[in-house]
Structures are given as C-alpha cells and as structure tokens.
C-alpha cells in the first residue's frame, strides 16, 4: 500500500457549541487525526507543555515567522500572537495524518486563500436557547457578559455558509457520528483511495 497524504481540515464553532468535546472523544476514538498546534508568543500556563498545547515562541520569532509568510492563519489576541505554521501542517500531512485546525471563520477565510483543498465544518448548536444555556454554565457571569457572549456567538454562526459541512449538536452521540462519518467519507474519496491502493488497482488491472 502506498502513503496518501492527509486531508486538511478547519473545523468551527461558536463559543458553547461542544466543538472541543466533540473533538476530543472523535480524537480517540479514530486513528491518523491530529489537531494542529499553533504557535503563540503568551506565557506558557501551569500544566502546559510544550509542542502539545502549543509551540511557545517570543515575539520576535513569530514576527520572523510572518516574515517569511510562513502562518496560513494569524491574529493577535489581548496583546498575544497566535498562528498556524504552514510548514508544520505541511509535515503533518505527508505523514499521512488528518490535520484539524479549530480556528474561527476569519482564520478559515485565511486558510482557505492558500490552501483551498481545505475541507471546513462548522458545528451549530441546536436552538438559540440550548446556547444560551450553556454560554450561562455556572451562572457566575453578569448577565451583560452573557449577552455580549450571545452577540458574539450570533456573529459567528452568521459565517457558517462558508463551510463545506454542518454538524448540529443537538444529540452529542448522533453529532460525534457525523463529525466522524465526514472523516470516513473523505478518506474514501477516489483520489485518496487510488494513491493509498495503487499497487493493489495495478493488480487488479493487469
């Protein structure tokens, strides 16, 4: 069998969706899918490692790192750089590895221009109540913080036209199904399975 490279994937959500639980329960449960580390110049936190969480940089490398052009997506946030390194994803991929950017809609705007096989998904939560909800949680917040949370939420999911899939998380199992079903689907598409069985089509066709 022959190595195909991976697919590249941006997958986004407003805040309170449950992309990050979804992501993380599809993340061990299907195998050759990674989430790509991006680069930041914030302090690393306690419990927080190193190529894992994120690559930790100064400011001065990331700024030489956008020199270069090397970042398919950047932005600075209160004050911090964050980015996704294009050679690390690129390395990635041609080990075979799906590679899931979470990034929101700017940042997918961005991927997309330089690499526009990127396959997107974006997860909507099933009502405007159920959001509202678990943007609330624990009720510790003001309810100004809450609406202004909503209000942006609301911004975010007026992007979702943009992407290729949509998942509704209503039923966390039957969202899981088909975040993971999309994976299945694009790794069965004809030109990955032609590159990952060429010597068995040769084969067969001889």
Known sequence: MNMTVGNLYIVSAASGTGKTS?????LQQTENVAVSV?????????????????HFVNPDQFEALIEKADFLEHAKVFGNYYGTSQSAVQKQLETGVDVILEIDWQGAQQVRKLMPQAISIFILPPSRQALLDRLTGRGQDSEEVIMGRMNEAISEMSHYHEYDYIVVN???EVALGELKSIFQ?????????????????TDLLS
């Open 170 to 172: 209503d039923n966390f």
């Open 38 to 54: 991006s680069h930041t110049t914030r302090p690393k936190r306690e419990g927080e490692e190193e190529g894992k969480h994120y």
């Open 22 to 26: 979804l992501l993380n329960v599809m």
């Open 185 to 201: 689907t694009e790794r069965l598409r004809m030109d990955c399975q032609s590159s990952r069985y060429q010597n068995m089509i």
